[in-house]
């Protein structure tokens, strides 16, 4: 490989690398607007994870993935019939990854048009001291 190809690669990988996600990541303060405006939002972490650190007051609760890391086998037919490829969806987990993940797929192999992740997830909205509902159990 010529010294010449190998930095075009690398220059290739590197665009891919930096663009943009085909979702929207929001912060706390785009999520409270879009939140008052009535989009909905999904909290697709486990049962043990709400309660521990409680929910954004309305979130739908639907499991994503396991303990293990499996995707909950009737998690995409619930999420699809619940929000249509068009409607606006907001998606939090914890961190933000479990839902970067799958607003990308959702995205990329669905169709979905308007899919919003929060990048930092409930940890930071949390750290902001911004209010939850405890979820029983």
Known sequence: ???RFFTLLLFVFGLFACSEPPYTNLDNKELQTLLSEGVPIFDVRRPDEWRQ???IKDSQLLTFV?????????????LTQAVGKDDP??????TGNRTSQLARHLVEKMGYTKVYNVKDGITKWAREGLPVSRVGG
């Open 1 to 3: 490989m010529s010294l």
């Open 53 to 55: 650190t409680g929910v």
């Open 66 to 78: 396991d303990g293990r890391g499996r995707v909950i086998e009737d998690f995409m037919p619930r």
């Open 89 to 94: 969806v907001i998606l939090i987990c914890r």
